[in-house]
T-cell receptor
Framework: TQLLEQSPQFLSIQEGENLTVYCNSSSVFSSLQWYRQEPGEGPVLLVTVVTGGEVKKLKRLTFQFGDARKDSSLHITAAQPGDTGLYLCAGARGNQFYFGTGTSLTVIP | EAQVTQNPRYLITVTGKKLTVTCSQNMNHEYMSWYRQDPGLGLRQIYYSMNVEVTDKGDVPEGYKVSRKEKRNFPLILESPSPNQTSLYFC???????????FGPGTRLLVL
């Protein structure tokens, strides 16, 4: 059973376009993290959001935690080829972590 | 350099031959985890450890064992590997349960 569903699963866009990745669940999480993973490497943390409704910005990336702490979104403005990678959301619930299915992003120059 | 190391990075084995994948962190982190990553399923937590001698099952613990005798080490043991355990495995550590997780480089396992 997948606790966190990400959409879309695959995304291919032109450089300069904007995009949004969604991470949805019917469960409440104490915190939610977004990671980025390059081929052949482990995931690397981008951001952690803790409070319902929280919005965090990291340069061209904007992360939002849903008011009910069940969902999150990642918005990238003016995507660049360097943004290409696998984006993963992960929710903390009890002592466990649950990862989303991942969104594979390709930004074409 | 702060890091999580895993060994081996690549392993090909046969069904039923016991194997151990080692994981070590040098950041004095309390929380450590093992995950497997499969296409279309994302990362799934196998086992986690809150501290020395404290381990608990994650989402997919069947067929795996772990131990945490020292704070820095968290080996993953497959007593009798089967082909459905072919996967990419990641070890991760975190200063506390909901903190930033630092991942190792991964171990790609093929069970024939």
């Amino acid at each position: 059973t997948q606790l966190l569903e990400q959409s879309p699963q695959f995304l291919s866009i032109q450089e300069g376009e904007n995009l949004t990745v969604y991470c949805n669940s019917s469960s409440v999480f104490s915190s939610l993290q977004w990671y980025r993973q390059e081929p052949g490497e482990g995931p690397v943390l981008l951001v952690t959001v803790v409070t319902g409704g929280e919005v965090k910005k990291l340069k061209r990336l904007t992360f939002q935690f849903g008011d009910a702490r069940k969902d999150s979104s990642l918005h990238i403005t003016a995507a660049q080829p360097g943004d290409t990678g696998l984006y993963l959301c992960a929710g903390a619930r009890g002592n466990q972590f649950y990862f989303g299915t991942g969104t594979s992003l390709t930004v074409i120059p | 350099e702060a890091q999580v190391t895993q060994n081996p990075r690549y392993l090909i084995t046969v069904t039923g031959k016991k194997l151990t994948v080692t994981c070590s962190q040098n950041m004095n982190h309390e929380y450590m985890s093992w995950y497997r990553q499969d296409p279309g399923l994302g990362l799934r937590q196998i086992y986690y450890s809150m501290n020395v001698e404290v381990t608990d099952k994650g989402d997919v613990p069947e067929g795996y064992k772990v131990s945490r005798k020292e704070k820095r080490n968290f080996p993953l043991i497959l007593e009798s590997p089967s082909p459905n355990q072919t996967s990419l495995y990641f070890c991760a550590s975190s200063p506390y349960q909901s903190g930033t997780q630092y991942f190792g480089p991964g171990t790609r396992l093929l069970v024939l």
